[in-house]
Nanobody, 115 residues
Framework: VQLVESGGGLVQAGGSLRLSCAASGRTFSSYAMGWFRRAPGKEREFVAAINWSGASTLYLDSVKGRFTISRDNAKNTVLLQMNSLMPEDTAVYYC?????????WGQGTQVTVSS
């Protein structure tokens, strides 16, 4: 599986963005998927995750109620809908896929939230 993120950009505080992670490969539906982010000068942190079927999700406390992760296994895509964005959400956002001991990262997409 290879992952390519898109959908980042510049948005004002309070705005919304939808990130997309497109996967290649026929085994995508077996992968648990997640979104991480790295803000300037900070370590990469977990944002959200979804299991292979989409039935189970997990979120960073600070994004609960604002971000929604979803997946479409027929389209090999994972989405991160981000609403009520705040300047502290500014970061490079990365998509991660895991299956057993295997993991693969995307190249990242920049999200910048202006105040």
């Amino acid at each position: 599986v290879q992952l390519v993120e898109s959908g980042g950009g510049l948005v004002q505080a309070g705005g919304s963005l939808r990130l997309s992670c497109a996967a290649s490969g026929r085994t995508f539906s077996s992968y648990a998927m997640g979104w991480f982010r790295r803000a300037p000068g900070k370590e990469r942190e977990f944002v959200a995750a979804i299991n292979w079927s989409g039935a189970s999700t997990l979120y960073l406390d600070s994004v609960k109620g604002r971000f929604t992760i979803s997946r479409d296994n027929a389209k090999n895509t994972v989405l991160l809908q981000m609403n009520s964005l705040m300047p502290e959400d500014t970061a490079v956002y990365y998509c991660l896929g895991t299956y057993g001991s295997a993991s693969v990262w995307g190249q990242g997409t920049q999200v910048t939230v202006s105040s």
